[in-house]
């Protein structure tokens, strides 16, 4: 749904000859034309700056074109002796283009995409909710089932092939079910479910709801025979907090590709699991722990994989006393604890996994990690403070949301340039601004070098002033030494 850019700048002039034409215009101050030659103009120029004679320079403009978020550029255009053209915002683009339902293939290709007869019909203003359901019958169009919106990629978990299918596969191990009727679940609190929500609809079902659970929960829930069956082969059976045995487990082992198990462990553990850093009672010595909560037969086999791979981890599989059918599986030391993020860690990328487990390692470790871009959302510029912080999947959360709330708004007939006020200032816009060489020094003095700027505009203008310095020297070299 949104698609992360990098802000940058490009230099749309050329340098030459600005040299030159400076120094002509410089020396008529001085009636000294004839002391112009092939190597003069630096050094004059040079000099009259030193001077603090920078109205000369005033002569020579240079454009560049900005890429920034909204809030940035709010910024630029406050600067004088500039010239600007910005992007629209009519043109910021979002994954759904607008459907314009007026006729019978586009009542189809509506309901294809997941909408319901009663959200065509509110679209369309052309078709009943009833004439929908009509055209959908005559054209035997298959309808879907109660609760059951839009495409559902029924084969996702047919191979476990990918590092998504085996962090879903473990989260489904800890806290999902599937039901006779062919519902695979997932239950988790609600404070964290929404990312979980943004993984399935990117991988399995684009038009997906929450479902309200007991107490503080939500569930997410997919109709799929074809993929109940599939977990079925792997050896997740329906009521398996009670039906799972130690053979499943073994069935379930031996499907998960190797290279897949981390990623597999890391669903596990966000489902039914933690991850903890910090002081002991004693308030010196750093504890460092990970802790897997379940089956009995399945921590042991965590256990003799990690065993296996990082050597003895010195723990064993214990019973939780108030709990009759729940063991925990903890490692405590520091090295393979390390050892064990690196290898659960090694594919993730935001916000695909639990906020605050995820947020825990990565801090710990300063692991650098993707943020997940979809192609052709709405452009957005990401703070990079919010890196490494919890606050990074409500950042994303609160983006994708706004990018859904304008998309429905341009698919409700909206125009675009009503729509566009909800849009937030991280969205990306384009600005082409052209300033006399004079007016740049100024900026590069207030945005390059001032270390209260914003990053953004601070990261921008210094990428600008090296490129100015290495093309004109003489005008901008004390500023990039600076």
Known sequence: MIEIVEP????????????????????????SDANISDESAEKFIRNIIKRGHESVIEHESISVRIICDRSCSHQIVRSRLCSFSQESQRYVRVVKPKLIITDVD???????RGLSCKRIAV???????????????????????????????????????????????????????ISKD?????????????????MCQEYIQPELNLHEDNGNCQRIQIHSKQMCSALQRYGIVPNKSYMMTSEDTEKLWSSIPPELLPDFLRGFLDGDGSIYFGLQKNQITK?????????????????????????STKAQVNRIK??????????????????VCNDMFQNFQYPFGNPMKTTRAIQQYCYDKPVFSAKGGMQVILPPSLLQTPSLWQWYQTM????????????GGIKPEDARSVLPNAVKTEVFMTANLRQWRLMFQQRALNSHAQWQIRNIYKSLLDRFAEELPAIFGDLAEA
């Open 322 to 339: 108030e709990c009759k059918n729940l063991w925990r599986y903890t490692i405590s030391d520091p090295d393979i604890v390390e050892q």
């Open 182 to 198: 062919a519902q695979l679940g997932i239950t988790q609190c609600s404070d964290y479910i929404w990312y979980l929500k943004r």
């Open 123 to 177: 679209l369309s203003e052309t078709f009943t909710e009833w004439e929908i359901y009509k055209i959908l019958v005559d054209h035997d169009i298959k309808r879907r089932q109660h609760g059951s919106r839009g495409l559902v990629y029924h084969d996702f978990f047919d191979a476990l092939d990918t590092p998504e299918k085996a962090y879903l596969l473990g989260m489904i191990l800890a806290d999902g079910n």
């Open 400 to 411: 994708e949301e706004t990018a859904l709330s304008y998309s429905n708004l341009l698919l």
């Open 106 to 112: 586009s009542v189809i290709e509506a309901y294809r």
């Open 8 to 31: 940058g700048a490009v230099v749309e002039s050329s340098f030459d000859g600005i040299m030159e034409r400076l120094e002509r215009a410089g020396r008529t101050c001085y009636q």
């Open 287 to 311: 504890r460092h722990l990970v802790q897997w909560l379940g089956w009995d037969h399945t921590l042991v086999k965590i256990k003799e994989w990690c065993d296996l791979r990082y050597g």
